[in-house]
């Protein structure tokens, strides 16, 4: 859809979007009807409030090249010395390239075709620090440019919100930055029982904002508290239970609260969890190892409990990192930082299978991998194809990243 | 296990009153009769200028404290904040501190082999419960938080505190990384000897320290295969900011520092010269062998120093935003005192911006000030910081355990939804425990069930759990005990509006009452949002 077309679109927008969030809200037959209506519009309509993406974010850089591994590139045994993956021991997906093997709870999903894992991501001009390229990644601003507004922010941007929804994104990490900023209203929570409890016994002030920057931030979040409180209480309260359990760690335990929140039907656009830990300037085969384990498992898990429930062609998960590692290991068995990296895309409305080109390991910069897709045409993919949304960040041209049926 | 839970229980208030209580010492002159607090001349600071500078200096000021500045010349109080400081803490260190790293590794096998034995035995009558003792590297780990925690209570100085907590959030270093406690608690006395001493000076120290080394990779890192995460960190956050190095720079600094190492044995810091790269390096457009402390005095050399430090510090001190002339300005200053602290903080402390009542309130009190100060100002007793640890982290400020190297972001990151939550539900406890009225009924709680894999964990995790506890009179908090409730020495006998004064830097969200007994006026006041403000 082009810019023109959406400006046009966008004329008659308040009532077309007040439709699919009234679903969200209840099952009634005349919001049925609406939202068929949505559907039909879909291709080039209003902005698909009833899809959700769920944002992994792997914090500390995710070691790309051990994760999906290029297993039959001559350059990487020797390059990668004593962190190269046995070929015997590499879950192969295709004669080329495999995954890490504790990722192998990936594999349910690649073979049922809703995996996708985009290779190469990156930008130009890569910056390797971890604060900055996260904040890069975070606000998809170009290497250059600084921006303090997430891109989910970014996206929704103007967009109309249906009427009656309280929260659009439920952040279970402590980073928020990507759903930060415009008008969208983001939830910072680790345990949805407390939440409700706490937030019911915080009253709201209803005075203008005040002028002293450090108080009005107080009263902005203490409102935004009680906004969300009301919605979610009245969602959550005798919502079913996951089917599956999820395991005992962190980030299963995230991904259990987003489960709760999405079988809930909580009227939001984006849930994002994250694992940490994967900054293995040392010692890194036996992290990794631990990390990708916990992720693979995890988010399999999270796959069959949304499947159960019969909402996984709702939901896009996506896996994002401030960057890659270096390709030759460092003396203390780690890597440093990094550039280009391969991520995962799942669900049920995911085209499963390679996307973009695998950077080459013959042609490094500065020993890093060179990116082959910009992060910001994923985002731009996810944002057209996945919610309806022109939001292209900053590409006069973005190409669509074929992972969106 | 959500983060409340355990806070919930952390903060039980029977914990904050129980056993072997005993009240905080606190800051400042005892006690003033209210008479004392009345309105200062004209000419001397105001009460409220005196809670700025206390609040911006210091741990929640005390109505005591305030009074006792109150009146006096702004300068003089400014010389007072800075005057003659102690480095060394009250609070005695925890046992271990000579510990060497062979005997911390002969002790974390002797515990990894005593937890495989109980291990082997299948679960039933039989079973032995949970090790007593904790893992040891964990263990020392609380027992130095809580050290550090306690000495940020009892403290007679608590700038020196504030400005140690300022270089740690600087030159962070993490426990979770470095796992050898007693390394963190001797960066902890370097940054505590020089929290007001000279920039250059400890710059040179923390690029040599052990726990610096083992955090930032640098004892790894040797010629031929340097690890560049310090030289990295060291351009990015601890000195010039992104922008001013290349990564040429980077790679050359990494270079240099090659070589600085830690002794096995002691743990100490020593140069390896066989591990050291000797070859020439071009750094900041200049060539030649140099070694780290060459690279340290490069970077010194950079007036960007001066004014990424002071930016910092604005940010700790004045408010959110830096005022970019300003900054220049005092960052001059700094300069010309060829990196000593207390020039540039006296300048910091005496400037318009810092004086102007519109910064009043202007910046976010950190989990730590808010946690300490709220104790300091009730006289709590604390029995046991692992649970004020607790509460910290719920709210996302563990002393020794920075989120990552860049430390904690600070100012409104501080408050998002979930952190505001927690902080409100901390207060409300820390105000429910302030009720002083007798408590009967001292039913034991049930014990944990050991057969629930959670239950034991926690159990095992901090053996306070395992006590029995007791069950709480309800509606006896400071909000409902009316006039039976009992205030700590800092708060009693005080009227509404000096309370107010001495609690909130900006007027009340929530308007007071008329008449209320003054524990709800504490409570209402502590509960109101401008009470996250400083």
Same mark, same amino acid.
Request: glycine residues 10%.
């Given at each position: 859809m082009l810019r023109r077309d959406f400006l046009q679109v966008s004329a008659g927008l308040s009532v077309a979007l007040a439709t699919p969030g009234a679903l969200a809200q209840s099952g009634t037959p005349a919001a049925k009807a609406a939202q068929s209506a949505a559907e039909s519009a879909a291709a080039g309509g209003p902005a698909r409030w009833d899809r959700i993406l769920v944002v992994v974010e792997l914090k500390g850089a995710n070691d790309g090249l051990n994760t999906v591994i290029p297993f039959a590139d001559p350059h990487y045994a020797p390059l990668r010395g004593p962190l190269a993956i046995a070929p015997e021991r590499i879950v192969q997906l295709t004669p080329r390239v495999g995954l890490h093997p504790a990722l192998k709870g990936l594999v349910e999903s690649w073979q049922g075709r809703d995996l996708a894992i985009v290779q190469g991501i990156g930008y130009p001009y890569p910056n390797r620090s971890h604060f900055r390229s996260i904040e890069i990644w975070d606000t998809a601003s170009a290497s250059s440019q600084t921006l303090t507004e997430g891109w989910l922010a970014q996206a929704f941007e103007g967009v109309k919100r249906p009427a009656g929804r309280a929260i659009d994104a439920v952040v279970v990490d402590t980073n928020a930055l990507p759903a930060t900023g415009g008008d969208l209203h983001t939830i910072v929570m680790q345990d949805a029982e407390s939440f409700i409890q706490q937030a019911r016994a915080l009253r709201d002030g209803n005075a203008p904002p005040p002028a002293n920057p450090a108080l009005a931030h107080v009263m902005k979040v203490r409102g935004e508290i009680h906004a969300a409180s009301l919605g979610l209480a009245e969602r959550m309260r005798g919502a079913p239970a996951p089917a599956h359990a999820f395991a005992t760690d962190p980030f299963s335990h995230q991904l259990a609260l987003a489960t709760r929140i999405l079988l809930a039907k909580v009227p939001v656009v984006a849930i994002k969890v994250a694992l940490g830990g994967f900054d293995t300037h040392a010692r890194q085969l036996e992290i990794h190892d631990r990390l990708l384990a916990q992720l693979g498992d995890g988010l399999a898990m999270f796959r069959r409990n949304l499947i159960a429930a019969g909402l996984w062609q709702d939901v896009l998960v996506m896996t994002y990192s401030e960057f890659g590692r270096r390709v030759k290991p460092n003396a203390s068995g780690g890597t440093d930082h990094g550039a280009a990296a391969p991520h995962f895309m799942m669900g049920g409305a995911v085209k499963g299978g390679l996307h973009g080109a695998y950077p080459s390991l013959a042609d490094l910069q500065d020993g890093d991998l060179k990116h082959t897709v910009d992060f910001r045409d994923v985002y731009a993919t996810v944002a057209r194809r996945w919610w309806g949304l022109e939001e292209t960040f900053g590409r006069r041209n973005p190409t669509m990243v074929d992972f969106l049926a | 296990m959500g983060l409340d839970r355990g806070c919930d229980r952390m903060l039980e208030r029977r914990a904050l009153l129980g056993g072997a209580a005993r009240t905080l010492a606190l800051a400042g002159v005892g006690v003033l009769a209210p008479s004392v607090l009345r309105p200062a001349a004209a000419a001397a600071m105001g009460a409220d200028e005196a809670r700025h500078l206390l609040s911006r200096t210091g741990f929640g000021p005390t109505p005591s404290d305030i009074a006792a500045l109150q009146g006096v010349d702004y300068t003089a109080a400014v010389e007072r904040v800075l005057g003659k400081w102690r480095p060394e803490p009250l609070t005695p260190p925890p046992g271990w501190i000579n510990l060497t790293p062979p005997q911390q590794r002969e002790q974390a096998e002797r515990f990894r082999e005593q937890r495989d034995e109980k291990r082997r035995v299948p679960p039933g009558p039989d079973k032995p419960p949970p090790l007593a003792n904790a893992n040891p590297i964990q263990e020392r780990a609380r027992e130095l938080r809580n050290w550090w925690i306690e000495e940020m209570l009892v403290t007679d100085q608590p700038f020196v505190e504030r400005m140690t907590l300022f270089w740690h959030n600087h030159f962070t270093s993490s426990l979770q990384k470095v796992r050898f406690a007693p390394a963190i608690y001797r960066q902890n006395l370097l940054l505590r000897r020089h929290a007001l001493g000279n920039f250059a000076t400890l710059l040179h120290a923390v690029a040599k320290d052990p726990a610096m080394l083992l955090y930032l990779d640098g004892a790894q890192s040797k010629a031929g295969q340097p690890n560049e995460n310090f030289a990295r960190e060291l351009l990015e956050l601890f000195t010039l900011g992104e922008g001013h190095y290349t990564e040429a720079d980077i790679k050359a600094a990494a270079r240099a520092f090659t070589g600085w190492g830690i002794d096995r044995n002691t743990g100490g810091f020593r140069a390896y010269p066989a591990l050291h790269d000797k070859g020439e390096k071009t750094f900041f457009g200049r060539s030649g062998a140099f070694g780290g402390d060459d690279i340290l005095s490069m970077i010194l050399d950079k007036p960007g120093v001066s004014e990424w430090i002071v930016g910092k510090l604005w940010r700790e001190l004045v408010s959110l935003t830096p005022d970019p002339a300003e900054v220049k300005r005092l960052a001059a200053i700094f300069r010309e005192a060829r990196y000593e602290m207390k020039p540039l903080l006296r300048a910091m402390l005496l400037s318009p911006a810092f004086r102007d009542p519109a910064n009043r309130g202007a910046l976010i009190k950190s989990p730590v000030e808010l946690v300490v100060g709220t104790i300091r100002l009730l006289g709590l007793p604390v029995p046991e910081k692992t649970r004020l640890v607790r509460a910290l982290q719920a709210i996302g400020q563990v002393p020794f355990d920075p989120p990552n190297v860049k430390g904690w972001p600070g100012g409104e990151a501080w408050i998002t939804t979930n952190t505001l939550l927690m902080r409100q539900q901390i207060l409300r406890r820390f105000v429910e425990a302030t009720t002083v009225a007798p408590m009967g009924g001292t039913m034991p709680m049930a014990p !944990?069930? !050991?057969?629930r894999r959670a239950d034991r964990r926690e159990a095992m995790g901090d053996e306070v759990m395992m006590a029995p506890e007791r069950t709480p009179v309800e509606g006896r908090s400071l909000r409902s005990a009316g006039n039976a409730a009992r205030l700590g020495p800092a708060l009693a006998g005080l009227d509404a509006a000096t309370l107010q004064q001495a609690l909130l830097p900006v007027p009340p969200q929530m308007p007071l009452a008329a008449g209320l007994p003054a524990g709800e006026v504490v409570a209402t006041l502590m509960l109101d949002p401008g009470y996250q403000l400083k």
């Amino acid at each position: 859809m082009l810019r023109r077309d959406f400006l046009q679109v966008s004329a008659g927008l308040s009532v077309a979007l007040a439709t699919p969030g009234a679903l969200a809200q209840s099952g009634t037959p005349a919001a049925k009807a609406a939202q068929s209506a949505a559907e039909s519009a879909a291709a080039g309509g209003p902005a698909r409030w009833d899809r959700i993406l769920v944002v992994v974010e792997l914090k500390g850089a995710n070691d790309g090249l051990n994760t999906v591994i290029p297993f039959a590139d001559p350059h990487y045994a020797p390059l990668r010395g004593p962190l190269a993956i046995a070929p015997e021991r590499i879950v192969q997906l295709t004669p080329r390239v495999g995954l890490h093997p504790a990722l192998k709870g990936l594999v349910e999903s690649w073979q049922g075709r809703d995996l996708a894992i985009v290779q190469g991501i990156g930008y130009p001009y890569p910056n390797r620090s971890h604060f900055r390229s996260i904040e890069i990644w975070d606000t998809a601003s170009a290497s250059s440019q600084t921006l303090t507004e997430g891109w989910l922010a970014q996206a929704f941007e103007g967009v109309k919100r249906p009427a009656g929804r309280a929260i659009d994104a439920v952040v279970v990490d402590t980073n928020a930055l990507p759903a930060t900023g415009g008008d969208l209203h983001t939830i910072v929570m680790q345990d949805a029982e407390s939440f409700i409890q706490q937030a019911r016994a915080l009253r709201d002030g209803n005075a203008p904002p005040p002028a002293n920057p450090a108080l009005a931030h107080v009263m902005k979040v203490r409102g935004e508290i009680h906004a969300a409180s009301l919605g979610l209480a009245e969602r959550m309260r005798g919502a079913p239970a996951p089917a599956h359990a999820f395991a005992t760690d962190p980030f299963s335990h995230q991904l259990a609260l987003a489960t709760r929140i999405l079988l809930a039907k909580v009227p939001v656009v984006a849930i994002k969890v994250a694992l940490g830990g994967f900054d293995t300037h040392a010692r890194q085969l036996e992290i990794h190892d631990r990390l990708l384990a916990q992720l693979g498992d995890g988010l399999a898990m999270f796959r069959r409990n949304l499947i159960a429930a019969g909402l996984w062609q709702d939901v896009l998960v996506m896996t994002y990192s401030e960057f890659g590692r270096r390709v030759k290991p460092n003396a203390s068995g780690g890597t440093d930082h990094g550039a280009a990296a391969p991520h995962f895309m799942m669900g049920g409305a995911v085209k499963g299978g390679l996307h973009g080109a695998y950077p080459s390991l013959a042609d490094l910069q500065d020993g890093d991998l060179k990116h082959t897709v910009d992060f910001r045409d994923v985002y731009a993919t996810v944002a057209r194809r996945w919610w309806g949304l022109e939001e292209t960040f900053g590409r006069r041209n973005p190409t669509m990243v074929d992972f969106l049926a | 296990m959500g983060l409340d839970r355990g806070c919930d229980r952390m903060l039980e208030r029977r914990a904050l009153l129980g056993g072997a209580a005993r009240t905080l010492a606190l800051a400042g002159v005892g006690v003033l009769a209210p008479s004392v607090l009345r309105p200062a001349a004209a000419a001397a600071m105001g009460a409220d200028e005196a809670r700025h500078l206390l609040s911006r200096t210091g741990f929640g000021p005390t109505p005591s404290d305030i009074a006792a500045l109150q009146g006096v010349d702004y300068t003089a109080a400014v010389e007072r904040v800075l005057g003659k400081w102690r480095p060394e803490p009250l609070t005695p260190p925890p046992g271990w501190i000579n510990l060497t790293p062979p005997q911390q590794r002969e002790q974390a096998e002797r515990f990894r082999e005593q937890r495989d034995e109980k291990r082997r035995v299948p679960p039933g009558p039989d079973k032995p419960p949970p090790l007593a003792n904790a893992n040891p590297i964990q263990e020392r780990a609380r027992e130095l938080r809580n050290w550090w925690i306690e000495e940020m209570l009892v403290t007679d100085q608590p700038f020196v505190e504030r400005m140690t907590l300022f270089w740690h959030n600087h030159f962070t270093s993490s426990l979770q990384k470095v796992r050898f406690a007693p390394a963190i608690y001797r960066q902890n006395l370097l940054l505590r000897r020089h929290a007001l001493g000279n920039f250059a000076t400890l710059l040179h120290a923390v690029a040599k320290d052990p726990a610096m080394l083992l955090y930032l990779d640098g004892a790894q890192s040797k010629a031929g295969q340097p690890n560049e995460n310090f030289a990295r960190e060291l351009l990015e956050l601890f000195t010039l900011g992104e922008g001013h190095y290349t990564e040429a720079d980077i790679k050359a600094a990494a270079r240099a520092f090659t070589g600085w190492g830690i002794d096995r044995n002691t743990g100490g810091f020593r140069a390896y010269p066989a591990l050291h790269d000797k070859g020439e390096k071009t750094f900041f457009g200049r060539s030649g062998a140099f070694g780290g402390d060459d690279i340290l005095s490069m970077i010194l050399d950079k007036p960007g120093v001066s004014e990424w430090i002071v930016g910092k510090l604005w940010r700790e001190l004045v408010s959110l935003t830096p005022d970019p002339a300003e900054v220049k300005r005092l960052a001059a200053i700094f300069r010309e005192a060829r990196y000593e602290m207390k020039p540039l903080l006296r300048a910091m402390l005496l400037s318009p911006a810092f004086r102007d009542p519109a910064n009043r309130g202007a910046l976010i009190k950190s989990p730590v000030e808010l946690v300490v100060g709220t104790i300091r100002l009730l006289g709590l007793p604390v029995p046991e910081k692992t649970r004020l640890v607790r509460a910290l982290q719920a709210i996302g400020q563990v002393p020794f355990d920075p989120p990552n190297v860049k430390g904690w972001p600070g100012g409104e990151a501080w408050i998002t939804t979930n952190t505001l939550l927690m902080r409100q539900q901390i207060l409300r406890r820390f105000v429910e425990a302030t009720t002083v009225a007798p408590m009967g009924g001292t039913m034991p709680m049930a014990p !944990p069930r !050991p057969g629930r894999r959670a239950d034991r964990r926690e159990a095992m995790g901090d053996e306070v759990m395992m006590a029995p506890e007791r069950t709480p009179v309800e509606g006896r908090s400071l909000r409902s005990a009316g006039n039976a409730a009992r205030l700590g020495p800092a708060l009693a006998g005080l009227d509404a509006a000096t309370l107010q004064q001495a609690l909130l830097p900006v007027p009340p969200q929530m308007p007071l009452a008329a008449g209320l007994p003054a524990g709800e006026v504490v409570a209402t006041l502590m509960l109101d949002p401008g009470y996250q403000l400083k």
